[in-house]
């Protein structure tokens, strides 16, 4: 193809009527014999300009497309952002007006199996077991109401120490109503694991992890089936502080996006189903708290984080740690 490439017609024909027609044929120029070699090459020189400011055009056009599109997602991002506010100020409220019902609830409960308890045996039936699964549903709503509470109390960066186990425990918890039945969810964890960190930041990262490990193997489950999802959890001594595995037998990423599954914006979701943020949030966490990531996946088969955290003593300025991604 010639497109874009510029076309001098040098002709003897001197006429308007051919002149015409071959501008009209997409000729860039036209010249005349006789002509003088130092003319052609102004007009060359000229053509050869006109190239260069074209293709200049042509990059800055697209550059200024780019960042209208970014100024779009930052749009979406600051109103989302907006919307989070907001329902951290109304938090508050929400969790005090579950928790008012849920203690005259938890304190009927507590009449009520008193009350069955002195019922004679033959009259008691199946109350106890209908009690229990009461009780276990106002516990269930209790710690949901814990946990909000925690996670939308004002961050203070990281000053304190977090356990990582007690952490993993709550962000499994508000991922659980995602899990169901056709999910597997595993998490071997020692009873004390403690690091140098901000509680709320890192169940935000495990939210997001977990999130994203459910989202796979639905995705999975849903293009071919096999066998039933499975999230395994553990967390692991090492010799100055503790890693954290997690891994989905979920379908996978490929080879091509390892190296940018951390860029915001990146999602390989369908549109309306993921803005490319939560991992991109997820890494800056990580990196404030001094952890290493490793990343491998098999497409079809599994995926597997490995992020190692420091101890609770680590130093005021660490060195500075890579992402490793296999």
Same mark, same amino acid.
């Given at each position: 193809?010639?497109?874009?490439?510029?076309?001098?017609?040098?002709?003897?024909?001197?006429?308007?009527?051919?002149?015409?027609?071959?501008?009209?044929?997409?000729?860039?120029?036209?010249?005349?014999?006789?002509?003088?070699?130092?003319?052609?090459?102004?007009?060359?020189?000229?053509?050869?300009?006109?190239?260069?400011?074209?293709?200049?055009?042509?990059?800055?056009?697209?550059?200024?497309?780019?960042?209208?599109?970014?100024?779009?997602?930052?749009?979406?991002?600051?109103?989302?952002?907006?919307?989070?506010?907001?329902?951290?100020?109304?938090?508050?409220?929400?969790?005090?007006?579950?928790?008012?019902?849920?203690?005259?609830?938890?304190?009927?409960?507590?009449?009520?199996?008193?009350?069955?308890?002195?019922?004679?045996?033959?009259?008691?039936?199946?109350?106890?077991?209908?009690?229990?699964?009461?009780?276990?549903?106002?516990?269930?709503?209790?710690?949901?109401?814990? !946990?909000?509470? +925690?996670?939308?109390?004002? *961050? /203070? %960066? @990281?000053?304190?120490? $977090?356990?990582?186990?007690?952490? =993993?425990?709550?962000?499994?918890?508000?991922?659980?109503?995602?899990?169901?039945?056709?999910?597997?969810?595993?998490?071997?964890?020692?009873?004390?694991?403690?690091?140098?960190?901000?509680?709320?930041?890192?169940?935000?990262?495990?939210?997001?992890?977990?999130?994203?490990?459910?989202?796979?193997?639905?995705?999975?489950?849903?293009?071919?089936?096999?066998?039933?999802?499975?999230?395994?959890?553990?967390?692991?001594?090492?010799? !100055?502080?503790? +890693?954290?595995?997690?891994? *989905? /037998? %979920? @379908?996978?990423?490929? $080879?091509?996006?390892?190296?940018? =599954?951390?860029?915001?914006?990146?999602?390989?979701?369908?549109?309306?189903?993921?803005?490319?943020?939560?991992?991109?949030?997820?890494?800056?966490?990580?990196?404030?708290?001094?952890?290493?990531?490793?990343?491998?996946?098999?497409?079809?088969?599994?995926?597997?984080?490995?992020?190692?955290?420091?101890?609770?003593?680590?130093?005021?300025?660490?060195?500075?740690?890579?992402?490793?991604?296999?």
């Amino acid at each position: 193809s010639t497109r874009g490439v510029a076309v001098i017609i040098l002709t003897a024909r001197a006429d308007e009527q051919t002149k015409l027609g071959a501008l009209q044929a997409g000729a860039s120029d036209f010249l005349t014999k006789p002509f003088s070699t130092a003319e052609l090459g102004l007009r060359l020189h000229n053509q050869i300009m006109m190239a260069r400011i074209r293709r200049e055009m042509a990059d800055l056009n697209s550059e200024l497309h780019s960042a209208l599109e970014q100024i779009k997602e930052n749009e979406v991002l600051m109103i989302r952002n907006e919307k989070l506010s907001a329902l951290g100020r109304m938090s508050a409220g929400i969790i005090h007006e579950i928790n008012n019902p849920l203690n005259y609830a938890s304190a009927g409960l507590h009449a009520l199996e008193t009350f069955t308890k002195l019922l004679p045996e033959d009259e008691r039936f199946d109350y106890g077991d209908i009690l229990k699964d009461i009780r276990e549903g106002v516990e269930r709503v209790s710690q949901i109401v814990i !946990d909000l509470r +925690q996670f939308t109390r004002e *961050d /203070n %960066g @990281i000053t304190g120490e $977090a356990d990582l186990s007690e952490v =993993i425990g709550r962000s499994r918890r508000m991922v659980s109503h995602q899990v169901g039945k056709d999910i597997d969810f595993r998490l071997t964890a020692p009873s004390n694991s403690l690091i140098r960190g901000n509680g709320n930041q890192l169940v935000q990262v495990f939210i997001n992890l977990f999130q994203n490990s459910i989202d796979a193997i639905h995705m999975r489950l849903a293009e071919s089936g096999g066998d039933p999802g499975r999230i395994d959890v553990s967390i692991e001594p090492t010799g !100055d502080g503790w +890693q954290v595995s997690i891994r *989905d /037998n %979920g @379908i996978g990423i490929p $080879a091509e996006d390892l190296q940018k =599954i951390f860029d915001p914006f990146f999602t390989s979701k369908d549109v309306g189903k993921g803005m490319g943020l939560g991992l991109s949030i997820t890494h800056q966490i990580l990196q404030s708290h001094k952890a290493m990531v490793q990343v491998d996946s098999r497409p079809g088969e599994f995926t597997r984080f490995q992020i190692a955290f420091p101890g609770p003593s680590y130093g005021e300025e660490p060195e500075s740690v890579l992402d490793q991604i296999a």
